[in-house]
């Protein structure tokens, strides 16, 4: 049975042990006197023969499709001759994919090994005798669990802390999931960097001033050891973004106390909307704009002073990309200036303050702390970008600071060293994942700040 259909069976199988406990709960108290004379209500006795029913046998479905195509795999590679076992992960990797196809029939087995395609014989095998014995478990496991629930049901059985039991562990679990899965892809990005500054100096990534990864094929090819300096890439990065930041921020937060304080409903009504719809533009969308007509634009301009201005610059891709992030920035302060409290405001015009003192004095210190957050998922935003940096700013590494030339950024290199088959064995590639811890350590050094000034001012105002 396939996966979908058994979830059903399931799914249909705990109605059934649900309604069957209820029922039966139900039954009893009625020969007591009532339900208040069961320690729970009927409907946690019949959660509780649910939860028997599918919450087992979940568990091994999800078991059994964990671990059932590696034990295949290492059965069938173990199961071929010793001229056709793998030497290398590529190799097994490509062994399985040939038994996967001769399975599928997309290779034809005419033309293939004898062994392999025994063992494509053997992997359908397999696959279908595995289906039916978990099947087989899953449904036999669900109906002892529903019966279990159900022969459990007693007027003193203490049902419902036992489902706020189960129900505490599910969300536990649930809260775990995002902190697992940062700490998985911290592990594995700490793991490749580590890869990486085995084969390059950590020195000479941190403070080299020249990036040219292309790793020759031949050792006696000139270049062949390649250039790591990372510096262009965080200058670039902090460049392009600190332009952004310049049109963002005061953009943002003027529109967004501007909507809060000043604008009628009826222009808030049509101004807000109207300006989060940038916030659902396509980045790729933005690059075309800076690339067709935001840096034609400036280097005509700049040309028209007398300065050298690069088809793809730094301040096209900024300019650009300050445009996509006010919406960030403007819905997340209009939303943090509402929230003061209306009394502050009295407070401060009853003692005298114009509108603009109240606004500068009262509502922005209050609203500071939010302010500085969405500042920062801003700032975040902008290190991420990459679409924009790529068709308007080029893939130059240059350390300048100048933002009419040609620069590019880190996630941009990351992109550029993954594309395509790569080996991973290369620093060329393993570079990748080191640029993605700096920008992890970033990141993480831009929350400390952010919880330093909030906890700084919150104090004040809570």
């Known amino acids: 049975m396939q996966t979908a259909n058994l979830l059903i069976v399931l799914l249909i199988l705990s109605a059934v042990a649900y309604y069957m406990a209820r029922s039966r709960s139900v039954a009893q108290a009625q020969s007591l006197g009532g339900i208040r004379h069961l320690h729970s209500l009927p409907f946690f006795y019949g959660m509780r023969a649910a939860i028997w029913c599918a919450l087992p046998s979940l568990l091994l479905l999800v078991a059994w499709l964990l671990f059932d195509e590696p034990i295949i795999s290492s059965f069938l590679i173990s199961g071929l001759p010793e001229s056709l076992q793998p030497t290398s992960a590529a190799e097994h990797n490509l062994l399985l994919n040939s038994i996967e196809n001769i399975a599928s029939g997309a290779l034809s087995a005419e033309a293939s090994e004898p062994a392999l395609v025994a063992a494509a014989e053997s992997l359908r095998g397999l696959r279908s005798t595995g289906a039916n014995l978990v099947t087989a478990a899953v449904l036999s496991l669900s109906v002892l669990g529903m019966g279990w629930g159900w022969v459990k049901v007693s007027p003193i059985l203490r049902a419902r802390q036992q489902v706020e039991r189960v129900f505490r562990g599910i969300l536990l679990s649930c809260a775990c999931v995002a902190i697992f899965t940062t700490l998985g892809i911290l592990l594995s990005v700490l793991f490749e960097s580590f890869r990486f500054f085995q084969a390059v100096p950590a020195t000479e990534f941190l403070f080299g001033t020249e990036w040219s990864p292309q790793m020759a094929i031949r050792s006696d090819q000139v270049g062949s050891s390649g250039s790591f300096g990372a510096i262009p890439l965080f200058v670039g990065t902090l460049l392009i973004s600190f332009i952004a930041m310049v049109v963002a921020v005061p953009v943002g937060l003027m529109s967004a106390i501007y909507l809060a304080e000043y604008a009628s409903p009826r222009m808030r009504g049509f101004a807000k909307p109207t300006l989060e719809v940038l916030a659902g533009i396509p980045t790729v969308v933005y690059g075309f704009f800076a690339a067709l007509t935001v840096a034609p634009f400036i280097r005509q301009t700049g040309e028209g002073f007398g300065l050298q201005v690069s088809s793809e610059s730094a301040l096209a891709a900024g300019l650009v990309m300050g445009v996509m992030i006010i919406p960030f920035i403007s819905s997340l302060a209009d939303d943090v200036i509402n929230a003061v409290p209306q009394s502050l405001r009295d ?92 920008l992890f350590v970033v990141t993480l050094v831009l929350n400390f700040v952010a919880l330093r000034v909030v906890k700084k001012y919150r104090e004040q105002y809570d």
Do not use: Y
């Open 347 to 438: 407070g401060s015009l009853g003692l005298g303050a114009t509108r603009s003192e109240t606004i500068k004095k009262v509502i922005f210190p209050a609203a500071l702390p939010g302010i500085v957050g969405g500042v920062l998922l801003a700032v975040s935003r902008a290190i991420g970008e990459t679409m924009i940096v790529v068709m308007a700013a080029g893939l130059a590494a240059k350390m300048t600071a100048n933002p009419l030339d040609t620069v590019t950024t880190v996630t941009v290199q990351i992109v550029t060293l993954l594309v395509g088959d790569q080996e991973f064995d290369s620093p060329k590639t393993l570079a990748a994942f080191a640029l993605g811890l700096m």
